[in-house]
């Protein structure tokens, strides 16, 4: 053994051939995949020994161990044979192949047993497995020995082409994926190389010959050669580029395009139609009832179960053809054919119909189209210039409403000024009569006290006693040059001034009048005049009137103009005599025919109709509330007529003053409250004796009679106001608050004559005769109890001083009497007036 050396230790590595075509050369030569053919032996050709011969030379020229670098022709060569293993496992599946092939051959048949036709017999193997093995293992000894990764790889590209050949010759064709998969397998089986058994080393040890087996189990330890690991990376990325080239050429379940998909179905139906020519007539009679999926499906069934198996095992069932007899043909009868074709007729007439319905909606969508861009072109003009006038007008209002913030300030001073000075006039006129009653009190009172007055009060008092004396003097003579006849002291209202405080209040008002003119002088034309700003409005809506009514300014507009209706109605105060009508402002003329076109109808809907109500009760009432509350003087009969006048009007003409309207009750509110005021502090009757009061012509009886005519003037305005404040109101102020309580008193304290007989006719003519209309029964209101009861008081004493012994004097008293019960009559105290026609004898007219 010390004569031996040890050779250099070389492991062999696992080699990976790429040829597939020599590979499916030399299998398919070795292969028995003839299924039509019975023969019994194996015809390979030369070509086929020239390369075996060839393989084998070369293995053994790779397969010869030495021991030294020159051996005789004579030395004994050992051959290695790898483990048959794989053949072995190769075996098992071919086994299992055809157990599961004669399967499906048995359930394919059952299905083909309802056409009544003998099946055609599955063409079988005349060799056996073992027959088969035996052959292949004489063939491999006589050309070359394989080893393992090398028969495996033969058996499994056996089994694949007796696959594919079993598919063409069942005129079936394979799609690019059972191809790619057949692929895979044959690279897997590359990959997985050499089988090395793990106790190959035993076998070594108990081999007795000289020879050491180099192999990867060996035991030795002494390593004298490097020891090669690693792979061939060359093959590996050679064979790495041809998987990519494939799955790029062929591509998987997920990545294969649509037409790849479509080609595929036209080769399975040129297949199917070259099956069919060779199927009998009677399975072509069946076929035509069949429809084309269902004929597919039939020679389509091996790649459906393929697909459906594992990929390294395919799984093929065998070509099964299907035959029918003649009575399924009897079925199929001209008028099921004629209905089949009535049906897809009509169903082709429904899908035209539907055709012809869309066609025509879209003539007429292109044609709407076509007259909406006409109409769009045609109309880019007006737009523009509807675009340019919305901006003009945005613009406009804009620095309008800017404007008027910049001035509503100064307006509202100068209102609040005139105002003021107004009050001022009114509240010294009120202040000045208060004192005169107050001092003309002082001087006829019957018990007065004998003191000495301070010189200063006692000038002050006289002063005041001679104005009050030229006052009256010149209203009587105004009177006198008037012809005024029935006029009684006190009913004219003492509300003259003197000539300073006139001009004083001249230059005031004059100097608010000159602001109220300076005030636009900054402004623009445009946004100066209440004309201009109509105008643009105006304009607005008689070409874009849509819009107009879209944007309410119908409901602006008086918002809008109530800075220069508030400018112009400035001075203005209808309480005085030659106050001008506020119709007759430059604003009411402006605005009264606003929006409207001559000759066009009016519409009752449209917000403008009710711009001027609206300024009325938003501007106008607001201020006529202003006037009642600071400047009315309830005892003056010409402001309360005026004042009455005007209320009545606006009533009559703006519907907007009504009692729902906030402002209107805010202006009713304030007059009620107005005339207690005066109640409380500016009526005043004086109690005299009845001695004292017989002198008609001194002191204390002329202030006595002057104030109950005071008294009678302002019952008299505050009935006025009948119709437009409530009965009950007017009913609780007039009778109770001045008639029974200040009036009745002073007619009780008076002897009865000619004058008191004047004012119970003049008292009875302020009642409104509204109030008697409604009465039921014979008597009156009962707060004009106690004026009837002091009728009937007069009337007796008429009575007693008719019994004179002058027929004149009687007729007079009596003719009283009779007036007496026409006042009772007027008043509906019927009851009172039969009393005294029965008692006296006379007529009730």
């Given at each position: 053994m010390s004569l031996f050396r040890k050779p250099v230790r070389n492991f062999r590595k696992k080699k990976i051939i790429d040829n597939d075509s020599e590979e499916e050369k030399d299998e398919a030569q070795m292969e028995d995949v003839d299924t039509g053919d019975s023969r019994d032996s194996f015809d390979i050709p030369n070509s086929a020994n020239k390369n075996l011969e060839k393989?084998?030379?070369?293995?053994?020229?790779?397969?010869?161990?030495?021991?030294?670098?020159d051996h005789d022709e004579d030395v004994e060569i050992f051959k290695i044979k790898k483990s048959?293993?794989?053949?072995?496992?190769?075996?098992?599946l071919k086994k299992e192949k055809q157990v599961e092939e004669t399967h499906k051959v048995k359930d394919s048949s059952e299905l083909t047993d309802g056409l009544k036709k003998p099946v055609i017999p599955v063409v079988k193997k005349e060799d056996s497995d073992e027959e088969a093995e035996r052959k292949i293992r004489q063939l491999r000894e006589e050309f070359r020995t394989l080893n393992g990764d090398e028969a495996a790889a033969l058996d499994e590209e056996s089994d694949e082409d007796d696959i594919?050949?079993?598919?063409?010759?069942?005129?079936?064709?394979p799609d690019a994926n059972m191809i790619h998969a057949i692929r895979k397998q044959r690279q897997m089986a590359r990959e997985l190389g050499d089988y090395i058994p793990i106790d190959d080393t035993v076998k070594a040890e108990k081999?007795?010959?000289?020879?050491?087996?180099?192999?990867?189990?060996?035991?030795?330890?002494?390593?004298?050669g490097r020891i090669d690991f690693t792979i061939n990376i060359h093959a590996i990325e050679r064979q790495k580029m041809k998987d990519d080239f494939l799955a790029a050429e062929h591509g998987s379940d997920e990545e294969g395009s649509e037409h790849e998909r479509e080609w595929e179905e036209q080769q399975i139906r040129k297949g199917v139609s070259i099956q069919q020519g060779l199927v009998s007539t009677d399975v072509g009679g069946i076929a035509y009832g069949m429809t084309a999926p269902e004929q597919i499906g039939m020679y389509s069934n091996g790649y459906t179960e393929m697909m459906s198996g594992s990929v390294c095992q395919p799984k093929f069932q065998p070509f099964i053809p299907l035959n029918t007899t003649n009575s399924d043909i009897k079925d199929i009868t001209m008028e099921a054919i004629i209905k089949r074709l009535k049906d897809r007729l009509s169903s082709m007439d429904e899908v035209h119909r539907s055709h012809e319905q869309e066609r025509e909606s879209l003539v007429i969508n292109i044609a709407d189209t076509e007259k909406s861009i006409d109409n769009c072109n045609n109309s880019c003009k007006s737009l523009e210039d509807r675009f340019r006038f919305f901006q003009e007008m945005r613009g406009y209002v804009r620095d309008l409403v800017e404007c008027l913030n910049e001035k509503v300030p100064t307006i509202n001073q100068l209102e609040t000024r005139m105002h003021n000075i107004l009050q001022g006039r009114a509240t010294k006129l009120?202040?000045?009569?208060?004192?005169?009653?107050?001092?003309?009190?002082?001087?006829?009172?019957?018990?007065?006290?004998?003191?000495?007055?301070?010189?200063s009060e006692d000038q002050a008092r006289q002063r005041r006693v001679a104005e009050r004396e030229a006052r009256r003097a010149r209203r009587r003579r105004a009177r006198e040059s008037k012809n005024i006849v029935g006029h009684h002291d006190g009913l004219s209202s003492?509300?003259?001034?003197?000539?300073?405080?006139?001009?004083?209040?001249?230059?005031?008002?004059?100097?608010?009048?000159?602001?109220?003119?300076?005030?636009?002088?900054?402004?623009?034309?445009?946004?100066?005049?209440?004309?201009?700003?109509?105008?643009?409005?105006s304009q607005w809506k008689l070409e874009y009137g849509e819009t107009y009514k879209e944007a309410y300014i119908g409901l602006c507009l008086p918002k809008l103009v109530n800075p220069f209706v508030r400018l112009q109605l400035l001075d203005w105060n209808p309480l005085e005599e030659n106050c001008a009508d506020f119709e007759e402002k430059r604003w009411f003329e402006c605005l009264l025919f606003y929006g409207f076109k001559e000759g066009e109808p009016i519409d009752k809907e449209d917000d403008d109709v009710k711009l001027l109500p609206s300024i009325v009760e938003k501007i106008l009432i607001p201020k006529l509330s202003k006037l009642a509350e600071l400047v009315w003087d309830p005892l003056s009969t010409a402001q309360t007529s005026r004042l009455v006048n005007l209320v009545q009007k606006l009533q009559r003409d703006c519907p907007s003053i009504n009692r729902e309207s906030k402002n209107t009750q805010v202006l009713l509110k304030t007059l009620v409250s107005r005339m207690k005021k005066t109640l409380d502090d500016d009526i005043f009757m004086p109690l005299y004796p009845k001695q004292v009061l017989e002198n008609r012509n001194s002191g204390p009886s002329v202030f006595f009679h002057r104030q109950s005519w005071i008294c009678i003037k302002l019952l008299g305005n505050i009935l006025s106001w009948h119709g437009i404040l409530a009965t009950k109101v007017l009913q609780g102020l007039g009778l109770d608050g001045i008639l029974n309580r200040y009036i009745i008193l002073g007619l009780h304290s008076t002897p009865f004559n000619t004058e008191t007989l004047q004012k119970c006719q003049a008292i009875v003519s302020t009642f409104p005769k509204q109030w008697f209309c409604d009465l039921e029964g014979d008597?009156?209101?009962?707060?004009?109890?106690?004026?009837?009861?002091?009728?009937?008081?007069?009337?007796?004493?008429?009575?007693?001083?008719?019994?004179?012994?002058?027929?004149?004097?009687?007729?007079?008293?009596?003719?009283?009497?009779?007036?007496?019960?026409?006042?009772?009559?007027?008043?509906?105290?019927m009851d009172h007036a039969l009393d005294l026609s029965n008692k006296y004898s006379f007529k009730i007219s």
């Open positions: 393989k084998k030379t070369k293995k053994h020229k790779s397969s010869v161990l030495s021991f030294e670098d048959s293993y794989s053949k072995k496992i190769a075996k098992q594919l050949k079993k598919m063409m010759k069942r005129g079936e064709i081999n007795a010959s000289r020879l050491v087996r180099d192999d990867d189990n060996d035991k030795s330890d002494d390593e004298e009120i202040s000045r009569r208060q004192q005169d009653v107050r001092d003309q009190c002082q001087d006829y009172m019957t018990n007065k006290a004998q003191v000495v007055m301070e010189s003492d509300d003259e001034e003197n000539q300073s405080e006139i001009t004083k209040f001249n230059l005031e008002r004059d100097d608010i009048s000159r602001l109220k003119e300076d005030l636009f002088e900054d402004v623009m034309e445009d946004f100066k005049e209440l004309d201009a700003v109509r105008e643009r409005f008597k009156t209101l009962p707060q004009l109890e106690n004026l009837c009861r002091f009728m009937m008081y007069a009337a007796s004493i008429l009575d007693k001083a008719s019994n004179t012994p002058r027929d004149s004097e009687r007729k007079e008293y009596r003719d009283q009497i009779k007036q007496i019960s026409k006042m009772l009559v007027n008043i509906h105290a």
